[in-house]
């Protein structure tokens, strides 16, 4: 047997196997052990899940799929099964959606308070607590 035909015949136990499959390939290689990692380091499946989605986001150009992912988890695994995981996680984006509110809140009582001022020819300074 020549070293070509060698080269060319799929490994032992192979036969008949899209030889594209049966040989380790860089990205893909890559993401396999990390997603072994990742098990064998205990993370949470929804955390793995959510890898897999940013890697396939990336190679398929595709942004916001990620995204979409974690609103799906979430909404099927954390609402309906209770994962505490999701939970928190929807907790948080909860509590920065409100402190935005806020501060729009803030920003248009700031704004009320610069148009009387204006109109009454009042200071813009605000006092403050303790000093009035």
């Given at each position: 047997m020549n070293e070509e035909t060698e080269m060319n015949q799929a490994p032992q136990g192979t036969e008949g196997l899209n030889p594209l499959i049966t040989q380790p390939?860089?990205?893909?290689q890559q993401m396999k052990m990390e997603i072994l990692n990742m098990i064998h380091s205990g993370e949470s499946p929804y955390d793995i899940i959510y890898r897999v989605a940013q890697r396939l986001e990336?190679?398929?150009?595709e942004p916001g799929y990620?995204?979409?992912?974690?609103?799906?988890?979430?909404?099927?695994?954390?609402?309906?099964?209770q994962e505490e995981i999701l939970l928190t996680d929807e907790l948080k984006e909860v509590e920065e959606r409100l402190?935005?509110?806020r501060h729009k809140k803030n920003i248009e009582r700031l704004k009320i308070m610069i148009q009387k001022a204006k109109?009454?020819?009042e200071?813009?300074?605000v006092p403050k607590f303790g000093k009035l």
């Open positions: 390939h860089g990205r893909e990336k190679a398929s150009g990620a995204a979409y992912v974690k609103d799906q988890l979430r909404a099927v695994y954390g609402f309906a099964l402190a935005i509110d109109a009454d020819h200071s813009l300074t």
